[in-house]
């Protein structure tokens, strides 16, 4: 059988919503329009996005790229399933109409992924009992997410309440088929996750693949008791494939062992200063189409 695998990318590297300062001047059509030039089929949404499907549409269509996700802060450990659904409709119904792949839930309540005054070994946790019934809500939420057309891709992210690998396990067994993964190589290479591991456990469950690179040299660096999550992003912890430590040779064979296909998304958030995201974007398809063809996917 023949392996597809089409690549997309994220804004975060021309504009970073959380620190302002990262791009928060570059026009969405600069973003747009290097991410075509870089070779990209598709693009993630992101703040300076339009919120209606009649107004991205054609900015999508001038700059022939596909929609293939966007980022949902959902806030369903403390929030009710009713309240959650209300919000995430119009962003579901915009997903549906432009053919998203899937929503990507990230579990916002409690984070600090969006706080530079709290370090990393801060972030909220969850005892067995709490992830069991924050299971059973999302659970309920990806069943409704189905209903509308587009899957639930769940988001493990640092500073968040569901950031290693552990973490992983226990939602991944507290949660239904309706809830999938998000597979992010650079998220979990940061949280000191087995990435093959994660892999080979949940390989099932992944129907949207994140390439994220890290650079060891700051990584190896931080502390935990006084660095925060942005601080990190400040470093420069983060960078596309092929300028970091994670191995997406034998990240691209374990996907395709699995019969993974679908998107790959080149997502790096760093200084466009220091990293220019046109010439990023280009080094992070290289080296990921590069990857992806020595285990036999092919580009589309």
Not at 15 to 44: I, K, M, R
Not at 93 to 120: H, K, S, W
Request: hydrophobic residues 40%; negative net charge; glycine residues 10%.
């Amino acid at each position: 059988m023949t392996l597809r695998a089409t690549l997309g990318i994220a804004p975060i590297a021309w504009s970073n919503d959380d620190l302002p300062q990262l791009g928060g001047d570059t026009p969405l059509e600069t973003c747009l329009h290097e991410s075509h030039l870089a070779g990209f089929s598709g693009v993630e949404t992101g703040g300076k996005f339009p919120k209606t499907a009649a107004e991205l549409a054609p900015l999508l269509q001038t700059h022939q790229l596909k929609l293939v996700s966007g980022w949902y802060s959902g806030t369903l450990l403390d929030t009710d399933l009713e309240s959650e659904k209300h919000k995430a409709r119009a962003q579901l119904e915009m997903f549906r109409e432009l053919g998203a792949a899937c929503l990507v839930y990230g579990e916002t309540a409690g984070t600090i992924q969006n706080r530079q005054d709290v370090p990393l070994a801060r972030r909220r946790t969850l005892s067995d009992a709490e992830m069991v019934a924050y299971g059973h809500k999302l659970t309920a939420f990806g069943d409704y997410c189905a209903g509308l057309g587009v899957p639930l891709a769940f988001h493990h992210h640092m500073g968040t309440a569901v950031e290693s690998e552990h973490d992983i396990d226990r939602l991944m067994a507290a949660t239904g088929p309706a809830v999938h993964l998000l597979f992010d190589t650079g998220h979990l290479t940061f949280a000191g996750a087995d990435i093959m591991a994660v892999l080979r456990k949940h390989g099932d469950r992944i129907v949207h693949v994140h390439a994220k690179d890290v650079r060891r040299e700051v990584l190896d660096t931080l502390s935990w008791e006084s660095d925060s999550f942005l601080d990190a992003v400040l470093k420069g912890v983060y960078t596309v494939p092929g300028d970091g430590l994670v191995d997406f040779d034998a990240v691209a064979a374990q996907l395709a062992l699995i019969g993974y296909q679908g998107w790959f998304v080149v997502e790096a958030e760093q200084d466009p200063v220091k990293a220019p995201p046109l010439e990023y974007a280009r080094i992070g398809h290289r080296a990921l189409s590069a990857a992806l063809a020595r285990s036999g996917y092919q580009l589309s």
